[in-house]
């Protein structure tokens, strides 16, 4: 009796520290292989990587795995509906399908409520007469024919011209196909680089304002994930290292010096689809 013992506190050990490892975790994302640090998709995905990693001593390795790049319309969604994509980012949408849910952190903070103009160079004066959103109804927006913000934009009455190419969107300002191109204040720094040579300039004193928070979406019965992602989320908000990440992109940290300095007018949108989103 006292030799079974005795192996069984031996053994016993051992045994529970091989219960407790944790299945190797694959994440399915839609994405180009390569990217630059000036790449949306390059900041998402490495505060994905932060998020899981973050959670390796409670929820076990992991790793990415990238399906080619399929645009934010309904067959990516289908694709996390399926299980056979496992998460994207996007602003959030009531509309979303029901299989779907969001991970409820502003990724973006609040810089994707804001939205700046490009605009050609020499029209300033032009913009510099818009006092309201009146004023702004008077002149056409060009935006991505498939873009989330596209539906804000009609649905506030602002004209648009659409395009299915984003970066066609840029001569078709320079050529006078429409009067701005509405970015992302945390997009169009290194826009207002690459195309001040083609005659194109960042307006100087208007900001559009609307709810529009950009969340991390998996489909709901993907509830390890999910837990996952949230729980890793909040610890890089709590050491400090989601706002390291975040600070390493100049865009953004210029994005956040422009809304501090409070001298733009505030042209408010209304955001019904994006109205009921969780803070």
């Known amino acids: ?12 050990p051992v045994s529970s520290l091989a219960n407790d490892v944790k299945p190797l ?23 994905l990587e932060l998020a ?18 399929m645009p934010i319309t309904n067959r990516l969604l289908r ?9 994207t980012w996007m602003p959030y949408n009531r509309n979303a399908p029901a299989q779907l849910m969001p991970i409820k952190i502003r990724l973006l903070k609040n810089l994707s409520d804001h939205r700046v103009f490009l605009i050609r160079a020499d029209d300033q004066a032009r913009f510099s007469q818009v006092k309201s959103i009146e004023d702004l109804r008077r002149l056409r927006g060009g935006i ?8 804000v934009m009609e649905e506030n009455g602002l004209p648009l011209v659409l395009s ?3 970066f066609n969107l840029f001569k078709m300002l320079a050529s006078n196909r429409f009067d701005y191109y509405s970015r992302g204040i945390h997009q169009v720094l290194p826009e207002v680089r690459a195309y001040a040579d083609k ?7 208007l900001l559009l304002r609307y709810e529009n928070p950009v969340y991390f979406y998996v489909n709901k019965s993907n509830t390890l994930l999910a837990e996952r992602l949230s729980l890793g989320l ?23 010096s422009m809304l501090k300095q409070a001298n733009r007018r505030v042209i408010p949108l209304s955001n019904f689809s994006f109205s009921d989103a969780p803070q």
Do not use: C
């Not at 990693?53 to 795995?65: D, E, F, N, V």
């Not at 694709?79 to 998460?87: A, Q």
């Not at 005659?199 to 100087?204: I, K, P």
């Open 1 to 12: 009796m006292l030799v079974f013992i005795a192996f069984y506190l031996t053994v016993a």
């Open 25 to 47: 975790m694959t994440v399915v994302i839609s994405r180009e292989s390569k990217l630059t640090p000036d790449h949306d998709d390059y900041y998402f995905s490495k505060l």
């Open 52 to 69: 899981l990693a973050k959670t390796a001593s409670t929820h076990g390795p992991y790793q990415i795995k990238l399906v080619p790049v």
């Open 79 to 87: 694709e996390i509906e399926l299980g056979r994509v496992d998460i």
């Open 144 to 151: 991505g024919s498939h873009w989330p913000d596209r539906s």
């Open 164 to 166: 299915l190419s984003y």
């Open 199 to 205: 005659g194109l300039a960042l307006e100087r004193e």
């Open 234 to 256: 909040k610890i890089a908000v709590d050491d400090g290292s989601f706002d390291a990440l975040f600070h390493q992109f100049e865009n953004f940290t210029w994005a956040e």
